[in-house]
């Protein structure tokens, strides 16, 4: 019998299956960001207000980019699989870049049940409390765009005979992420372009070094190093040889 070694991708992980519960926390997180968004275009129909809602609405999708490479960072850099709540977020994303390949076959729903609360309980009291369409359309576009982040991380690892056309449109637009940018975060250093949806502020961030500061200010006062100063390790660095070693399908021919 032919087993993989312990924490090795097998091509068929029962955990990239989505499950119903899966299901249930993306439909409660996408009901409270389309409540949201109905909010945003009813009250703009209403009032006859356009331009306040779509700018605010841009606004949502440059700062969703912004609040993804700050997650993005800190998931990467600290704390370990045992880390209370982050925990196996932070080992996905390390596995992730052992093999970024992984990624695109996790589906929709167990990828993003794992920003879906988080949306959900954030967006919930503003549906509740308010029907302002400007503040609707900054949240909608911003929640939905955190609801996607994983989804368009995705979408930058797979080829695009592989995504919808007018996915690959919007990374020519740069509205999402691209795969040739994110790749950069998958090469040496392994510190840069951590934002995800857009990728937009990874350049002004990156140039400033401003990871690096905030990096040396934890360091320094509170004596937590990061990964990324460990560029070497094997953490970072993609495992290219494993890639289908374990479909199932080719350990049966091969047996
Ligand atoms: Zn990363
Ligand atoms: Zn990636």
Redesign the pocket.
Known sequence: MITSPPNYPILTDPSWRSTWAHRALVACGSIMVLISLAKAIMGAAKLHLWFEPILVGLVGHVLADLMTGVY?WGI?NYGSASTPIFGSQIDG?QR??KWPWTITRIEFASLSQVVAPAVTFTVLPMVLASNDPILHAFVAVCSGCIMLSLKIHAWAHTTKSQIPPLVIALQDMRLLVSPSKHAN?HRPPYNNN?CMVSGVWNELLDKHQVFKALEMILFSKLGWRPRSWSETSSNWTEDTESQGLFNPSTIQAMD
């Open positions: 993005h990467d994303f992730h870049h975060h951590y």
